[in-house]
């Protein structure tokens, strides 16, 4: 099954990252939002997503549920849950994916960051429980995409090498090699927004993710191309996969009520 990565925590809060004097509203804002997916180069529907993005006060959490189908799609369901901790430490996962009415693919688990010089340890309890010790350099995908976006802002021709990230779900599991670089597209929105639409005035930057299996990989597992907003939203993302490229649009959006800490 060729599935969509969810932009996870990484990317979305990562936006939140502006200079004072860009933006008055840098503040990451919990949100839901629903998303419309088109086949690319049409306005074909291939499925959608609700997402929720919640900021407690000691993490940023996540959850998203998935469909897809379409001619160049296999029709699934994917149920994706993160948790990643402020502090960097530690982040809890879940990933389900189901086709036919039955479950494809499954990951649960905890990363924790080591100490004293050692690599990070995936502990799963999903699809068997067994410790994986990640590459060393890995981060979660917040703290990755936050240094991202601080550098992309004032380097805007920089591109970020690859870096070992965990925290995207996707079919080969959730770690991959990611590199970044900030681009313009300036492509409008097929549809028309519901809801607390002013969420969406918040300055935003196109930022292209390109995702290997490897550090020595040459060619990626997929190329994404996001317009993130300075207070958390994105409003589209473009996912060229091999089989299809697959567009998600924002089409309902809700503000959700401050973490009292």
């Not at 996962?93 to 080591?114: A, I, K, M, P």
């Not at 690599?119 to 703290?143: D, K, N």
């Not at 196109?206 to 939203?233: C, M, Y």
Request: glycine residues 8%; aromatic residues 8%.
């Amino acid at each position: 099954m060729r599935l969509i990565v969810r932009l996870s925590v990484g990317l979305v809060v990562a936006a939140a990252v502006v200079s004072a004097h860009e933006s008055k509203s840098a503040d990451f804002v919990s949100h839901r939002a629903e998303y419309r997916f088109y086949l690319g180069g049409s306005e074909t529907r291939a499925g959608g997503s609700v997402e929720e993005n919640r900021v407690e006060c000691d993490a940023w959490v996540q959850s998203s549920w998935q469909r897809l189908h379409g001619s160049n799609l296999r029709p699934g369901r994917q149920r994706l849950e993160t948790k990643e901790y402020r502090d960097g430490h530690a982040m809890t996962f879940l990933q389900h994916v189901s086709s036919g009415g039955e479950r494809v693919l499954s990951f649960e688990g905890t990363v924790r960051q080591g100490r004293n010089g050692k690599p990070a340890i995936a502990s799963y309890t999903s699809p068997r429980e067994m410790e994986v010790p990640l590459p060393r350099g890995t981060v979660f995908s917040t703290a990755f995409y936050l240094r991202t976006i601080r550098e992309l802002r004032t380097a805007p021709g920089k591109t970020i090498g690859r870096t070992p990230v965990f925290g995207l779900m996707g079919r080969s599991g959730s770690l991959f090699y990611v590199e970044a670089r900030r681009v313009k597209t300036g492509e409008p929105l097929f549809t028309k927004v519901e809801g607390d639409t002013e969420l969406l005035d918040s300055p935003s930057i196109d930022i292209e993710l390109r995702l290997f299996a490897s550090r020595q990989a040459a060619k990626p597992v997929q190329r994404i191309v996001a317009t993130a907003h300075a207070n958390g939203v994105y409003s589209r993302a473009v996912y060229y996969q091999p089989r299809a490229t697959v567009i998600a649009e924002i089409v309902r959006i809700q503000a959700l009520p401050k973490a009292k800490c």
